[in-house]
């Protein structure tokens, strides 16, 4: 059976680096589908899309590519009855994760 992991993406980021940040093309490398979009406000966006694998390394390379945004990831993986969440600043990466 294929994976399926949803995941809610927030960014968090002064406003005019957030505004620079969504008129790139930046979804592409994160692989997903189903983009909805959760939240907008003029420091933070949040997004819902699923993935067929961990969207977490892309993340981080995301995060590299804008060392001013705060990016948190929260995902499930309903196959393997996984869910975390995931900060990234600058490629540096914070995590947790549970099983249930």
Known sequence: MP?????????????????TFLKRHWKR???????????NM????????????SPIPSVQAL????????????????TKRRMGLAKSKGGRLEEFEARY
């Open 29 to 39: 490398s994160l692989g997903g589908r189903f983009w909805e979009l959760r939240e």
């Open 63 to 78: 995060s590299l590519r804008w060392p001013k945004l705060v990016l948190v990831l929260q995902w499930e993986n309903e």
């Open 42 to 53: 003029r420091t933070r966006v949040g997004w819902q899309f699923e993935t067929p694998s």
């Open 3 to 19: 994976e399926r992991w949803i995941n809610q993406l927030t960014v968090f980021a002064p406003q005019k680096e957030l505004r």
